[in-house]
């Protein structure tokens, strides 16, 4: 019944995604890589182009028609990204480029604001190694002390463990959203009440939810959340740091440079507001252009309907691999989305992410830069599909297909 409501909305979104209709080894291309990033509509790449082809030039630097257009676009992507979020302000709009460096930028200036020696952070056993090393960096830099919420062997978080290790040493605790390996989506709300009561500062990782899950910082009260543009059909090289004004404000600058200034001089040198403290030099000015392009694309579709239509294709993938009998899927948690890993055991991750290839199917292979979650599990990679919302059930039919053929050949 879903695969019918949803057959002329699926062609439709395909139709906007040029890639979608190129060949890989002479067979259509099926890419299950979304995860990793997204592909783009033509309406983003047509910004990219435009850009350059009309307005290149710096921003809120230049008096000329030129630099004031390219400062209107870039500003516009701003509130954009306010209104996609729902914060406040869009003074707690930091563009950085990625959340790689959203997260680092938090770690560096939030760790030199607030954390000193022997106090505590606080994060999970299946994070991204983006939400793990810039607080190792900044453990060892301070003398602090980094604390792992561990998971159950369904991939859940045990939140009665995260209790236990609060106190009142915790100085913040950064999450992941969603589970870019096993797709564990985590108790958010939970969290961020229960970090409430003790008032620690809560950072989201959203990179895998900003494109699947309606997402109202307000309504969540998270103090951060970061995501990387890419993830939502946007410019590779955009990330977003929302942060809430307060804290923002204490906070020192993370990097030093042009544009984050408010006087230089020899012996002192003061800066910027909000948000452009936290924006030196020039930044990726046609990418966040075009990211403002793909959220309001993106918005202008039925979020219902793609969340919906994905959830259909996840249950369906899911139900599929699972009816493998070589296969074993990693983590069993009750509510998940998007990622789907797992393993066969006569075949290295690697080898069957090959032979899917030469299918025409795009899938990760490796540790997705979460080895201490493959450690977890004993694993030393998996095989990973992830969906986006023009992925299709007969693309599913083909992967699996591939997967049961390349058993066979190994087996």
Known sequence: MIEDKSLHLVNEWRDH?????????????????????????????????????????NIHRGVYYLSQK??????????????????????????????????????????????????????????????????????????????????????????????ELISNKTKIISIVYVSNVIGTVNPISEIISLARQHNIPVVLDACQAIQHIPIDVQALDCDFMVFSGHKIYGPSGTGVLYGKEELLNQMPPYQGGGDMIHK???????????????????????????????????????????????????????????????????????????????????????????????????????????QPLMKFFNVPATTRASFAFYNTKEEIDIFIHSVKKAIKLFA
């Open 70 to 163: 390219s400062t209107d676009f870039f500003e516009q992507t701003r509130e954009i990204v306010r209104s996609f979020i729902n914060a406040k302000k869009q003074s707690e709009i930091i563009f950085t480029k990625g959340a790689t460096e959203s997260i680092n930028l938090i770690a560096s200036s939030f760790g030199d604001a607030f954390i000193q020696k022997d106090d505590e952070i606080i994060i999970s056993q299946m994070e991204h190694h983006a939400n793990i090393l810039p607080w190792q960096i900044l453990c060892e830099k301070k003398g602090c002390i980094l604390k792992i919420i561990p998971i159950d062997k369904n991939g859940e978080l045990l939140i009665d463990s995260l209790r």
């Open 17 to 57: 995604f040029p890639i979608l209709h190129t060949s890989v080894y002479d067979k259509p291309l099926i890419f299950l890589d979304n995860a990793s990033t997204t592909q783009k509509p033509q309406i983003v790449i047509d910004t990219l182009s435009q850009f350059y082809q009309n307005y290149n030039a």
């Open 264 to 370: 230089v001089s020899f012996e002192k040198s003061t800066y910027a507001g909000l948000p452009h403290k936290f924006e030196a030099g020039t930044p990726n000015i046609e990418g966040i252009i075009g990211l403002g392009t793909a959220i309001t694309f993106f918005s202008s579709l039925s979020f219902e309907s793609i969340h919906i239509y994905e959830n259909f294709l996840y249950l369906y993938a899911l139900e599929l691999l699972q009816s493998i009998p070589e296969i074993t899927i990693i983590g069993n948690a009750k509510h998940r989305m998007s990622a789907i890993s797992f393993i066969v055991d006569s075949i290295h991750p690697h080898d069957m992410a090959s032979l899917l290839d030469r299918d025409g199917i795009a899938v990760r292979a490796g540790h997705h830069c979460a």
